[in-house]
């Protein structure tokens, strides 16, 4: 574990808003004043492919990055782009591990996204 990718992690575990790198950079560059966008857009590459962050994949291309890698649904406004855990207890079901199309996989994470228009844009 690296000093950035400590920092990287102290960003997103502080932000509930999923920040994109470009954000997390902001944060990460005031506690490491030389670091680059590029170094942190590895590290955050890195830390996804190693099960230590999840990235979110938004229609437009944008990543965004959580802390919280538990199974948990997300909800993206379509109108202002933000990110939102929802705060219910809506996990999506588990597979049934003794069913013959889990045995012969190894399913390693899934996905839960919601999307319209968050309580802000809404009431406009």
């Known amino acids: 574990m ?3 990718r400590k920092v990287i992690l102290e960003a997103l575990k502080m932000s509930k808003s999923h ?13 490491l004043p030389n ?4 170094t942190v857009y ?10 230590m962050i999840v990235k ?16 948990h649904p997300h909800f993206r406004c379509e109108n202002c782009g933000k990110i939102e855990d ?3 207890d809506l996990h999506a079901p588990e597979l049934d591990p003794r069913s013959e199309w ?3 996989r ?13 309580e802000e844009c809404a009431a406009q």
């Not at 790198?21 to 506690?31: P, T």
């Not at 590895?42 to 099960?51: A, F, I, K, Q």
Request: proline share 6%; net charge positive.
């Open 19 to 31: 920040p994109p790198a470009d954000k997390v950079y902001e944060y990460v560059r005031k506690k």
């Open 2 to 4: 690296t000093s950035q």
């Open 106 to 118: 190894q399913v390693k994470s899934s996905t839960l996204h919601y999307q319209g228009l968050c």
């Open 102 to 104: 889990v045995k012969n």
């Open 35 to 38: 670091v680059s966008l590029g």
């Open 86 to 88: 929802i705060p219910l």
């Open 56 to 71: 979110i994949e938004t229609p437009d291309g944008q990543k965004r990055f959580d802390y919280d890698t538990s199974v």
């Open 42 to 51: 590895r590290n955050l590459e890195t830390m996804y492919l190693n099960g």
